[in-house]
């Protein structure tokens, strides 16, 4: 009988997970987290990306010109900091300057509030690398 001792694996594994801010991959529940730097050392999975974007769905979508609690993230790779037209930033992400590069999206939902102290995205961050990877990648595919 070892069907209930997978189970609470299992939930134990879930549970961690949820408690670092990432849900279990349905796909890969043992995947271990990736911690890398520098985000050209992955390689963005759109599909993956897409469901992923399900977390920001609450706050953002990716039409271009509608903004909710977040603006707009039609076409963020590449864009300037805080310039979606008829949103309302805070003054720390009006301030920040740059550009949304992947390096840079990649450091930001990393942990949003430590790597601009002051924005009013109150969203904890995604701890693995793999996964901000796959969300940026489908972003990109979210322009024109
Ligand atoms: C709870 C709501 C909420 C969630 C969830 C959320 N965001 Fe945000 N996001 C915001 C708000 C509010 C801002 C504006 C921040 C400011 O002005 O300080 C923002 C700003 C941004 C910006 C800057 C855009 C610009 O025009 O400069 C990016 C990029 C971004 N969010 C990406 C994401 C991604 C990707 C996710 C999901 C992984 C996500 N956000 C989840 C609320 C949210």
Redesign the pocket.
Known sequence: MSTPKVLTTLLGASLLAACSGDPPRPDKPEAPVVQVADVTQLTGDVEAGRMG?S??R???TVEAGVNR???S?HG?VG?P????AGYR??T??AAAGGV?DEQR?YD??ENPREH?VG?????PG?KDGQRRAD?IAY?KTQAG
């Open positions: 974007f977390q920001c609450s706050c953002h609690v977040g603006p993230l963020v864009r900091v805080a310039h979606e930033y805070s720390a992400m949304w999206l930001y939902l601009i924005t009013k995205m109150t969203f995604i969300i972003l």
